[in-house]
T-cell receptor, first 114, second 114 residues
Framework: AQSVTQLDSHVSVSEGTPVLLRCNYS??????LFWYVQHPNKGLQLLLK??????LVKGINGFEAEFKKSETSFHLTKPSAHMSDAAEYFC????????????FGSGTRLSIRP | NAGVTQTPKFQVLKTGQSMTLQCAQDMNHNSMYWYRQDPGMGLRLIYYSASEGTTDKGEVPNGYNVSRLNKREFSLRLESAAPSQTSVYFC?????????????FGSGTRLTVV
């Protein structure tokens, strides 16, 4: 069975400091992994995805994530936070053998302090 | 650049009333999905349509029906609304039915059942 755990429900950082949003997954298969961002009252936007190519994945808006199979993690990072990064972030795991088995994490709310 | 369009954006229903949420995409995607988003629970799949002419149940289908009207449109119907269906509903689409594809999401429908 698949599962995804976002380890922090809320993360607060100062503008200009690094961002780390943590995600651990469990999957019986080699999973596909995604990060989505949701700004207030908006739909979800794909930030980046891992599909068994390079383990370090670069996304939009300066975000990147590293797939670590040994740690079953797919943490999202950004070197320097901007005020516009304040949003909810969702880690998603999917089972390539069954397209309907896509599991969303419960979300991490990122706040940016001026 | 409309992407995925959902209507209405907001709706208040009385218990027992029915309504249909509309979703249309203009990206020529084959697959479409309906999710509900509840606090602390991430997104849960209600129904999906892998391709025009097919629909299947997701994780939480009870109380809902869907229609894939054509390639562009995928509607979600609540036949007899219940307070437990108070949620934010998202429609999404993807080029094909496969977990390697990221999804494009609509901006959501916020439904309150009183």
């Amino acid at each position: 069975a698949q599962s995804v755990t976002q380890l922090d429900s809320h993360v607060s950082v100062s503008e200009g400091t690094p961002v780390l949003l943590r995600c651990n997954y469990s999957s019986s298969y080699s999973p596909s992994l995604f990060w989505y961002v949701q700004h207030p009252n908006k739909g979800l936007q794909l930030l980046l995805k891992y599909t068994s190519a390079a383990t370090l994945v670069k996304g939009i808006n300066g975000f990147e994530a590293e797939f670590k199979k040994s740690e079953t993690s797919f943490h999202l990072t950004k070197p320097s936070a901007h005020m516009s990064d304040a949003a909810e972030y969702f880690c998603v795991v999917s089972d390539p053998s069954s397209a309907s088995k896509i599991i969303f994490g419960s979300g991490t709310r990122l706040s940016i302090r001026p | 650049n409309a992407g995925v369009t959902q209507t209405p954006k907001f709706q208040v229903l009385k218990t027992g009333q029915s309504m249909t949420l509309q979703c249309a995409q203009d990206m020529n995607h084959n697959s479409m999905y309906w999710y509900r988003q509840d606090p602390g629970m991430g997104l849960r799949l209600i129904y999906y349509s892998a391709s025009e002419g097919t629909t299947d149940k997701g994780e939480v289908p009870n109380g809902y029906n869907v229609s894939r009207l054509n390639k562009r449109e995928f509607s979600l119907r609540l036949e007899s609304a219940a307070p437990s269906q108070t949620s934010v509903y998202f429609c999404a689409s993807s080029p094909s039915f496969g977990t390697n594809y990221g999804y494009t999401f609509g901006s959501g429908t916020r439904l309150t059942v009183v």
